[in-house]
């Protein structure tokens, strides 16, 4: 009685712990210190599942979760910074697997016992968003990976077929209730992961970190409804906790493209396309703005006596950091002077860019800090921004009440000239428009990151 | 057993209003970060998995509750040690 009240106890001390490293996550002051606050609570919670209960089969469940550790600390520790992404992902995506599996278990455990009606329908929701999550996930890694392309993969009909598998899932879910047999559980389950894979593979890399959030939410619930099942309020609470608040960082991170959650996940079928005249689907201002061709513009880079080059997500979507290292080059066989000026959190990822251009061979010294090289932009003939857009948005430094009003930015607005290239006239990550872009002593072009360099680069050669 | 449910439901309703509130306010920049915490935070279906295999007493729940618990352990270790590493990127750097 005792014992299991004790377990109770520190069930609860766990769950505060997760709630109190989510609310660390979000100022970078205490990210780290939250973290690890959830970790203890974690080793807390496992520790405590073995106290009180009479455990079988504890060989399997030593190797298990020996494997687990085995594969799980190099495969998170030896991944590429750039490659972070998708290794959350993957991550998210044995988290789904498992609390399908877990549920699976249960039931068949029970199928010939009564078994409330509110748990079979705690097992079926679990199992499907489970599944969903799992396979989803894989495709989201894949993607990621490059293994497979990350460019939206659409057919003829598309939306139709993934309507009728969700219909078919739903079905399904009735059909098990009704019939409580596992085979026909597993057969749903099946279903579910097909629906994982055909729901991810229309969207595009770009909006993956989306989709990885959504799916991360789904895994939430996905626990939460394994809580139900097992009667554990400890996997309610932190399972509901991730559902809750993915949920809402999902609409954050979609917010903060500038589009609608509808639009990321349907978006490829619209066929959401940027024409290059300049005419922006976001943001919905219609002011002009000066873009030229890049020959236009290679002759300007190559007649600067000093050129910063300020790289952003766009540049790393692109992989363009090779091309940006020949426009370097040639740039400066002209005689241009070339820095680069990396802001702490250009690309979404911190580092991001350091290791992109270092893979390239950039020389370290020419990489510059925020605070090193923001003195020399007014000395600067041409800022060129290579897919960066809120680290650059003079709002962060003049606007009050912007969203990112306070951030440091990169004062590339105090150059004589700015070059963005940009892919499209789409609001950066924080989803608010640049001023900067109307100033007239700014020049867009649009298109691929890579793309726009390598003209740059035969531009600038023939200048 | 109603009553049961109905504790339960309780909890899951007010998770869901602390889920909401405690991240009302994330800068962009750590957006990537808590994606991966929370990620790490539902690693929790590793208590679940190994209460499955404790009490599996067929070869099915075995097999069904050793990959549980295995993949679950992986959501946990990778989701907090990945989350650390970019946590990392956010040390001042040091002055040479």
């Not at chain 1, 990976?145 to 399904?172: D, F, R, S, W």
């Not at chain 1, 800090?369 to 003195?375: A, L, Q, R, S, T």
């Not at chain 2, 405690?22 to 990537?32: D, Q």
Request: proline share 4%; charged share 10%.
């Amino acid at each position: 009685m005792s014992l299991s009240t004790g377990v109770n106890v520190a069930y609860l001390f766990a769950a505060v712990c997760f709630i109190l490293a989510l609310k660390g996550l979000t100022s970078p002051k205490t990210a780290r210190y939250g973290n690890g606050l959830g970790a203890f609570g974690m080793v807390v919670a496992v520790v405590m599942t073995f106290v009180n209960r009479h455990v079988e089969n504890l060989d399997l469940i030593v190797i298990a979760l020996a494997c687990g550790v085995v594969v799980g600390i190099p495969a998170a520790r030896m991944v590429k910074m750039t490659a972070m992404p998708q290794m959350v992902a993957a991550f998210n995506g044995v988290g789904g697997g498992a609390a399908a599996l877990v549920d699976i278990a249960d039931f068949s455990k029970h199928t010939h016992v009564g078994v409330a009606e509110w748990v079979q329908v705690a097992v079926v929701f679990g199992v499907i968003v489970g599944c969903i999550s799992f396979s989803g996930s894989i495709i989201a890694f894949l993607k990621l990976q490059e293994v497979m392309t990350g460019t939206p993969i659409t057919y003829k009909g598309q939306q139709a077929v993934n309507a009728l598998v969700g219909v078919a899932i739903l079905a399904l879910g009735g059909m098990v209730l009704a019939t409580t047999s596992s085979p026909d559980l597993a057969i749903m389950a099946g279903v579910a992961l097909l629906f994982g894979v055909a729901f991810v593979l229309p969207i595009g890399g770009a909006d993956m970190p989306v989709v990885i959030s959504l799916l991360n939410s789904f895994t939430g619930l996905a626990v939460a409804a394994s809580g139900f099942v097992l009667n554990n309020v400890l996997l309610i609470v932190a399972g509901t906790l991730v559902g809750a608040s993915g949920t809402l960082l999902t609409r954050m991170m979609s917010q903060a493209m500038g589009r609608s959650l509808a639009n990321v996940l349907f978006g490829a079928f619209g066929k959401v396309q940027v024409s290059s005249t300049g005419t922006g689907t976001g943001g919905g201002e219609d002011r002009p703005v000066r873009s030229a061709s890049a020959q236009d513009i290679g002759t300007m880079l190559a007649y600067a006596q000093k050129v910063i080059i300020v790289p952003g997500y766009g540049l790393a979507v692109a992989q363009a950091q090779h091309t940006v290292k020949e426009l370097a080059d040639a740039l400066t066989s002209k005689g241009v002077e070339i820095d680069y000026a990396i802001h702490p959190v250009a690309g979404r990822m911190p580092g991001h860019m350091n290791v992109l251009l270092a893979e390239a061979d950039v020389p370290y010294d020419q990489l510059k800090e925020m605070d090193e090289i923001n003195p020399e932009f007014p000395s600067t003939d041409v800022a060129l921004v290579v897919g960066a857009n809120d680290v650059v948005n003079p709002a962060a430094r003049d606007m009050q009440g912007s969203p990112i009003y306070g951030m440091p930015i990169l004062d590339v607005d105090r150059a004589h000239q700015v070059v963005f290239l940009k892919r499209s006239m789409r609001p950066g990550f924080a989803g608010i428009d640049n001023e900067l872009f109307y100033d007239p002593k700014v020049t867009l072009l649009f298109g691929d990151a890579k793309d726009s360099l390598s003209k740059l680069v035969s531009a600038v050669k023939s200048a | 057993m109603t009553g049961g449910v109905l504790g339960l439901v309780t909890v899951f309703v007010l998770a869901v209003f602390v889920g909401f509130e405690v991240i009302s306010k994330v800068p962009s920049i750590l957006h990537t970060p808590l994606m991966s915490g929370t990620n790490a935070v539902h690693g929790i279906i590793l208590v679940g998995s190994i209460i499955i295999l404790a009490g599996a007493n067929s070869t099915t729940q075995q097999v069904l509750g050793t990959a549980a618990v295995f993949l679950a352990t992986l959501n946990v270790i990778g989701g907090f040690a990945v989350t650390d590493r970019m946590l990392e990127m956010f040390k001042p750097k040091k002055k040479q």
